[in-house]
């Protein structure tokens, strides 16, 4: 389902599944993230739902989302704060990382992270994450920028809207990168509807974010 002609990434709310038959390299992601065959073969089974709550605390954006996952797999619950501050987390599944997040105003704007081992940037990173296929590229945008700890990658994403199937459609372009390997995904959402007000039901949880 579309969703509402008037949402935009400072107002993204409700309820998102993932849409598996549009989603490109998620597979491919974890990989180079060091993943195991076995744990990405039951990411890849699992139906993810997020449920996105969307608001301003003093003068901070934050995004609260909780993954709902018919799957058996266990994960947490995800904050983020858009103010560009880094922050350490530890997960059962990325292990030890640490990340920021901001809003940024207009495609062209966007100051990617990721580089290579030389400090350099990959055009087709750049190119991958400021995609033209972006919907109203003078908006805001979400960019997440996250490092690993344990190991040697990083992980880069740009949110935003799509028009995908002929319906506009909230996705995420994004990078992993160790040194030279590296892989461009893309995550899109279904839109089911507006948060629950009704307590969930929760199968278990995912990590999958970056």
């Known amino acids: 389902m579309a969703v509402p002609p008037d949402m935009t990434i400072e107002n993204l709310n409700g309820k998102f599944r993932m849409n598996k038959d549009l989603c490109k390299k998620t597979n491919e992601m974890l990989k180079v993230q060091g993943i195991g065959m ?65 809003l940024v105003h207009g495609l062209e704007n966007i100051d990617v992270q990721t580089h290579l081992p030389d400090g350099s940037k990959d055009s087709k990173d750049v190119e991958w994450l400021c995609n033209s296929d972006f919907l109203d590229k003078d908006g805001v945008f979400l960019q997440s920028w996250v490092e690993s700890t344990d190991k040697n990658w990083t992980a880069e994403q740009v949110w935003g809207f799509e028009t995908i199937g002929g319906v506009k459609r909230y996705s995420r372009k994004i990078v992993v990168r160790d040194g030279n390997n590296a892989e461009h995904g893309w995550l899109v959402y279904d839109y089911l509807g507006p948060l629950d007000t009704k307590k969930k039901e929760q199968e278990g949880e995912l990590d999958v974010e970056y």
């Not at 858009?82 to 997040?101: L, Q, S, Y």
Request: overall charge positive; charged content about 30%.
């Open 38 to 102: 076995i744990t990405r073969t039951a990411i890849g089974y699992a139906s993810v739902t997020l449920h996105i709550n969307n608001y301003v605390e003093g003068d901070v954006r934050k995004i609260d989302i909780d993954q709902t996952v018919i799957g058996g797999l266990k994960g947490t619950s995800e904050k983020r704060s858009c103010d560009w501050n880094e922050r350490a987390h530890h997960d059962h599944i990325f292990e030890n990382v640490k990340g920021r997040t901001r």
